[in-house]
């Protein structure tokens, strides 16, 4: 089994920082693409940043420089800084990955339980 495992969410206010952070365990073989996705309420869930295994990232247009994706691969581990956080910033982050796990012959995409950020104005 695998298990993705976010925190660092919480309530901050506008203008301030938060770093979440998404931990794969369980029995892996190797870690593939991973990112963070976010979800406000009725609306659909949007890709906010991916890094590949090799390090390339890609971003979300509403980032707009503010968020930085990476990942600590002997960790299994992915993080989101995100800077000059914004009231519509306000939503369930979610972190994805896709695992490869030992035995298996292809990748399969997991999903954590989601972690929540609220901006203050």
């Known amino acids: 089994q695998v298990q993705l495992v976010e925190s660092g969410g919480g309530l901050v206010q506008a203008g301030r920082s938060l770093r979440l952070s998404c931990a794969a365990s369980?029995?892996?073989?190797?870690?593939?693409?991973m990112g963070w996705y976010r979800q406000a309420p009725g609306k659909q869930r949007d890709m906010v940043a991916t890094?590949?295994?090799?390090?390339?990232?890609n971003y979300a247009e509403f980032v707009e420089g503010r968020f930085t994706i990476s990942r600590d691969s002997t960790k299994n581990t992915v993080y989101l800084q995100m800077n000059s956080l914004k009231p519509e910033d306000t939503a369930v982050y979610y972190c994805?990955?896709?695992?490869?796990?030992?035995?298996?012959?292809?990748?399969?995409?997991?999903w954590g339980q989601g972690t929540q950020v609220t901006v203050s104005s």
């Open positions: 994805n990955a896709y695992i490869v796990q030992r035995g298996a012959l292809w990748s399969v995409s997991y």
């Open positions: 369980g029995s892996i073989f190797r870690v593939n693409d």
């Open positions: 890094i590949t295994s090799e390090g390339s990232t």
